[in-house]
C-alpha cells in the first residue's frame, strides 16, 4: 500500500484517491477489512463539523420555484448506509469551508442541484455507471427529460444500504415513478410470490436490469430473462402449443399470461438487413410525418398508406430492406404484470385462431424511437384482412424481402373464415395434422440423429428462434 502510495502523483485530487481506494475495497482486496471496520465506524472530524449543523430535524432551504430542499442528514442513518467510510467532501467537493453556511446559494430547483451532483458516483462506481450510460433513462435525459432517473432518484446517497438485503418490495426504487406498473406487479403471481418468499421471484430489475434498463419492447432482453429463470418453458409449451418457438417470437409472454388483458397487434417495423427494429435517428424524426401525410384524416392506416411508408423506408437503395413484422402484445404497460398462476393462462387456440378474433381488432405500427421506446401510429384493423380482396397484396408481399409472417397466417385465417363454416372445421383439422404430423417427424429424427447440434429438429428449432 505504501508503494502504491509513494508512486501516486502528488496532485491527484483526494477524490481521485478515495474512489482508487474504494475501487480496491469493491473488488473484495480488503474485505476482511471492512468486515472488521463496519460495526465500529466513527465519524471523521470534517464529517462530525458537516453534521453538526446539518443533523437537524425540520432545516430546510426554500428554492427558487417554490420547491423545499430539506438540509437534514441523519448521523446515525449514514453511519449505517454503505457510504458510512465515505466522506462528505468525496461528493461534496465544490462546498467552500469559509463561506458555506453563511451565504445563501441560489438554488433554481431540486431536479437542477440533482442534476450538478449528478457526476459525483463515477469516480468510484465505474461498473453500474457505465451500464446506465446506454439506458433509457439516461438517453431520456440526454434528450431533456426531467422526469427520468439519475443515480441519486434511485438510491439516497447519504442512507444507502447493500443491494443485497431484501426489502420490501414496495421500496425498489423504480415503484416511485411507475405507480400503475408497480400496483399492477404487486398483485400478480411474482409480486405476491416476492412478498412472501423473497429473492425467488422477481422484482422489476430482474427482468428490466436495474442500470441498462432498455425500452421493454425493443429486443428479446425481457424474453430471455423469463426464459433464465423458467428453463423448461419453451419445452413445457411443447407439450400442447405447435410451433413453440415461432409462437414465442410473434406473442409476448403478457399476451397468453395475463388473460384479462386486451391484445393488439404491433406491426414492426424491422430491417431486415441489420436484423434488428428499425430506429428513429435523434434529431431526424420522419415516421410521425410520414404517418401523418399518410393518414390525413387520422383515422388509422389503411392498406395503401402503409405500403407507401414501407416505400419511403426503403428509398435508401438497398433493396427491400425495411419489413413489417407483426408481434401480438397487451395493450398497456400495467396490462403486462399482471401475470396470473399458469392454469388460467390462455391456451384455447381459438381465441387468436377464428377470423375476427378479438385479439385482432387493434392494430399498430411502430418504430423504435431515439431512446428505444416505440413511437406508434394506428392501423385500420381491416389492414389485416383486406390484404385477401385487394390486388395489392402481392405488392405489399413484395416490399419484405422476408414474408411478413404474422400476416401471413392472419392471411390463412381470413381465407378460412371467409368460405364456410365446414370448411374451417376441416381446413383447421387438416393443418394441424400437417402440424402434428411435422411435429412427430421432428421428434422421431431428433430422437434418432440422438439431439446432436446438426439434427434437423434442432436446426428448425433455432432457425425458428433467430428469426
Ligand atoms: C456518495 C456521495 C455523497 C456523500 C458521501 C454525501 N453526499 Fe450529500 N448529496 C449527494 C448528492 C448526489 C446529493 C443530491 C441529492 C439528490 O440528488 O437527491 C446530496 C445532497 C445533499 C444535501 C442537500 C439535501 C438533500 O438531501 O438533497 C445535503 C445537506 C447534503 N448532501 C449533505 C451531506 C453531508 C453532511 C454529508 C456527509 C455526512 C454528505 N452529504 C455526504 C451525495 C453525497
Ligand atoms: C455552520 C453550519 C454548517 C456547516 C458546518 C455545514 N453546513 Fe452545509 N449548509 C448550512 C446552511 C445554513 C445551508 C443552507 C445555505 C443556503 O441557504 O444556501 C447549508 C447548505 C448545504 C447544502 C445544500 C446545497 C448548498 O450548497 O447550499 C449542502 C449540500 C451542504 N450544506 C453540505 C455540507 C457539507 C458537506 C458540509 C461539511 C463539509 C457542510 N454542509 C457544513 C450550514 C452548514
Ligand atoms: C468516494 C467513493 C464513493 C463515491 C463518490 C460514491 N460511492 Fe457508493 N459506495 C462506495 C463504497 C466504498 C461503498 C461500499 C462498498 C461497495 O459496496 O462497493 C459504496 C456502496 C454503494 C452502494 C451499495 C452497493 C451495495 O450493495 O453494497 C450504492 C447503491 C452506491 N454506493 C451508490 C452510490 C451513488 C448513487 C453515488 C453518487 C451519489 C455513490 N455511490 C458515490 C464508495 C463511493
Ligand atoms: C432506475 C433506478 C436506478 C438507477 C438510475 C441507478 N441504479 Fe444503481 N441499482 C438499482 C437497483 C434496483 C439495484 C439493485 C440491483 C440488484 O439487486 O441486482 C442497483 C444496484 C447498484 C449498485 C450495487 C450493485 C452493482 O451493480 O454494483 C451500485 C454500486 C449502484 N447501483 C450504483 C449506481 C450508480 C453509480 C448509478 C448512476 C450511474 C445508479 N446506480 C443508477 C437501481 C438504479
Ligand atoms: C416478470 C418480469 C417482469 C417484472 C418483474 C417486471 N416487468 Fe416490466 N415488463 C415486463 C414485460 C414482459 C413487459 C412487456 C414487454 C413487451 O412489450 O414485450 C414489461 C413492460 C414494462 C414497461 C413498459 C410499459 C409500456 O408502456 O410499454 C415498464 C415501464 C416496466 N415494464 C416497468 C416495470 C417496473 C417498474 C416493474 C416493477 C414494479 C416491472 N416492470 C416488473 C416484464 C416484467
Ligand atoms: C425518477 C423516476 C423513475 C424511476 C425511479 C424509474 N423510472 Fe423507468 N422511466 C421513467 C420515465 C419518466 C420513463 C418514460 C415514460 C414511461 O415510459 O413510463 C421511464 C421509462 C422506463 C422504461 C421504458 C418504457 C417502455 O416503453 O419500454 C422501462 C422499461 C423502465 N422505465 C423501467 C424502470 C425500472 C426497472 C426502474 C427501477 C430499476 C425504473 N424504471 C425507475 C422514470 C423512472
Ligand atoms: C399461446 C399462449 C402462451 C404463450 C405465448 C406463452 N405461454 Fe406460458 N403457458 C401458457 C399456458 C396455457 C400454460 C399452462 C399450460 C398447462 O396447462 O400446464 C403456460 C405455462 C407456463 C409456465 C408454467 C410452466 C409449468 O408447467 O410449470 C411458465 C413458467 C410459462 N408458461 C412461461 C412463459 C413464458 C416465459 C413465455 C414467453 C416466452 C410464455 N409462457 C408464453 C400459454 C402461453
Ligand atoms: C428471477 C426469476 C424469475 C423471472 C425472471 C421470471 N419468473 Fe416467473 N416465476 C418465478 C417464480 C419463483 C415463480 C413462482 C414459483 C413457480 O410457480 O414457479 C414464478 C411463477 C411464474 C408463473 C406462474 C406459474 C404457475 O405455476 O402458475 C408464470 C406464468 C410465470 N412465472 C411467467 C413468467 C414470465 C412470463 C416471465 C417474464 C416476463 C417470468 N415469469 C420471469 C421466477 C421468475
Ligand atoms: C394468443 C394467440 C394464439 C394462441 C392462443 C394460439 N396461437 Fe397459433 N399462432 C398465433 C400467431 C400470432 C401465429 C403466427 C405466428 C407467425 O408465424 O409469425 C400463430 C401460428 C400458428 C401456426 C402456424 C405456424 C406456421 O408454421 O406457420 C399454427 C399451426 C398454430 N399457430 C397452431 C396453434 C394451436 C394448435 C394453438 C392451440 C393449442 C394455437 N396455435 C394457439 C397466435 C396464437
Redesign the pocket.
Known sequence: MKNLLALGSMNMSRRKWRGLLAGILALGLAAPLTIARAADVELSKEDAACLKCHDKEGEAKKLENGEVLSLHISTKAYLESRHNETSCEDCHDSIDAKTHGKTKAVIKSKREYSLGMKDSCLTCHKKPATQYQDSVHATMIKEGSDKAPLCSNCHNPHTVKSVKLVTP?AE?P??S??ED??K???G?V??LE?AAKGKI????????KAHD?K???LGDG??D??IA?HKDAVAEHKDWLPNTERHFAAI???ACHAPTAHRRV?LRLYDGKAGQQVSEKSGVPQFERLAQAADTKNVGLDERALWSMLKEFNQDGVDNKTTLRG?L??R???E??Q?SEKSKAIKDCKTCHQAGAAAFQSVSLTIAGPDG??LRHGVQKDVLSSLTSMGSVRGFYAIGATRIKLLDYLLVLVLVGSISVPLVHMTVKWMFRRVRAKVEAERRAAASASAGPDSPGDRRASDDASR
Open positions: 418490495i425498489t423504480c415503484a415513478c411507475h406498473i408497480f399492477a406487479y404487486s400478480d411474482h409480486g416476492r421471484a422477481p422484482l422489476c430489475s430482474d427482468c428490466h434498463v425500452a421493454a419492447s425481457v424474453k430473462a423469463c429463470c409476448s409472454c403478457p404491433n408481434r402484445e397487451v398497456s404497460g400495467a403486462a404484470h401475470l421506446r416505440p
